[in-house]
């Protein structure tokens, strides 16, 4: 879907703080449901690194699953895909984390 745009910002953002700086590693965090593919992430980053002062870096990506809450029993439990549904049959499930997509860090060339 819209990898290259989210591979493209995340670029942009580092550049923006580290100039022309030589990036060795990224480490992303892309919960389970974002709805963001984690390989389809590193394609799309690899490609966009091209010719930037990012060029070579390594991407690293973390993949925490959901937490989601049930409003039913008030079970909460691991979500590993987008389908949302507690053991005790309940569609009523409010998610907790795992939607986030965010930097952890970045290593420069020293
Ligand atoms: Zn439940």
Do not use: N, W
Not at 22 to 47: D, H, K, N, P
Not at 49 to 61: C, E, F, K, N, S
């Amino acid at each position: 879907v819209h990898e290259f745009a989210i591979a493209e910002s995340v670029i942009d953002t580092i550049t923006a703080k580290t100039g022309d700086a030589t990036i060795r590693e990224v480490r992303l965090e892309v919960g389970r449901l974002c709805g963001v593919q984690a390989e389809a992430l590193r394609f799309c980053f690899e490609l966009a690194v091209q010719g930037t002062a990012m060029d070579g870096a390594r991407l690293d990506i973390d993949e925490p699953p959901g937490l989601a809450s049930c409003q039913s029993c008030g079970l909460e439990f691991e979500v590993r895909d987008l389908i949302l549904l507690c053991a005790c049959g309940s569609a009523r499930v409010e998610v907790l984390s795992g939607e986030q997509l965010r930097i952890l860090s970045v290593e420069m060339a020293a």
